[in-house]
C-alpha cells in the first residue's frame, strides 16, 4: 500500500479519509473494519487523532459489553459510562479537511456519494407499515461531511479542470 501511494503524506491521509467513507458508507463502523483501517495507518507511517480516538470508544464498548455479558447483564440502574458527548467530532473535523487534488479521486467520491439523500420507506405486509425506514440522509452522522466533500470533488472537476459534471447528478 505504502509503495502503490508514494511517500507523500497529503496521498496517504486522503487515501485513508477515503477509507474511512466507505467503512461508514453504511452507517455502522466495526471493529474489524477499525483493525483494518489501523493496519492502513501502520503500513503509511500516518497517526491520525480522529481515527484513535473512535478505535478506542469501539473498543471501550466491546469490552464493556463482554462483561456485561460475562456477569449475565449489568444490575438494575446500572449503565457502562458513557462516551464524550460527540465521539464523532474529531472524524467530522478530520473529513472536513480533506482537499481534493486528483480527478481519480474526485471522480470516485461523485460516483460513490449520491446526489440526493437516499431512500426513505415504509415496509407494508397485509396492508399495515410494519417499519419505517429513515432517509440515509437522517441516520448517517457524517452524512453533511459527505455532502460537503461531493460538493468539494464537484467544484474541483468543473471549476478546476473544466469537466462537465452533469452526469453526477442523475
Request: hydrophobic share 45%.
Amino acid at each position: 500500500l505504502a509503495a502503490a501511494l508514494g511517500k507523500d503524506a497529503k496521498t496517504a491521509e486522503n487515501f485513508l479519509r477515503t477509507a474511512v467513507m466507505v467503512a461508514l458508507a453504511d452507517g455502522i463502523y466495526s471493529t474489524t473494519e477499525a483493525d483494518v483501517l489501523h493496519q492502513f495507518c501502520q503500513a503509511l507511517g500516518l497517526k491520525v487523532e480522529a481515527l484513535e480516538t473512535l478505535r478506542h470508544a469501539l473498543c471501550q464498548d466491546q469490552v464493556i459489553e463482554e462483561e456485561a455479558q460475562q456477569i449475565g447483564g449489568l444490575a438494575p440502574g446500572l449503565q457502562p459510562p458513557q462516551p464524550p458527548s460527540d465521539i464523532l467530532n474529531p472524524v467530522r473535523h478530520w473529513l472536513d479537511g480533506m482537499e481534493i487534488h486528483d480527478p481519480r479521486v474526485a471522480r470516485f467520491i461523485c460516483k460513490m456519494i449520491p446526489a440526493e439523500c437516499p431512500f426513505e420507506r415504509d415496509v407494508v405486509l397485509f396492508g399495515r407499515k410494519i417499519v419505517h425506514i429513515p432517509a440515509m440522509c437522517k441516520i448517517n452522522p457524517l452524512y453533511e461531511q459527505l455532502v460537503g466533500l461531493r460538493f468539494r470533488s464537484l467544484s474541483y472537476l468543473a471549476d478546476d479542470l473544466g469537466e462537465d459534471v452533469s452526469q453526477y447528478f442523475k
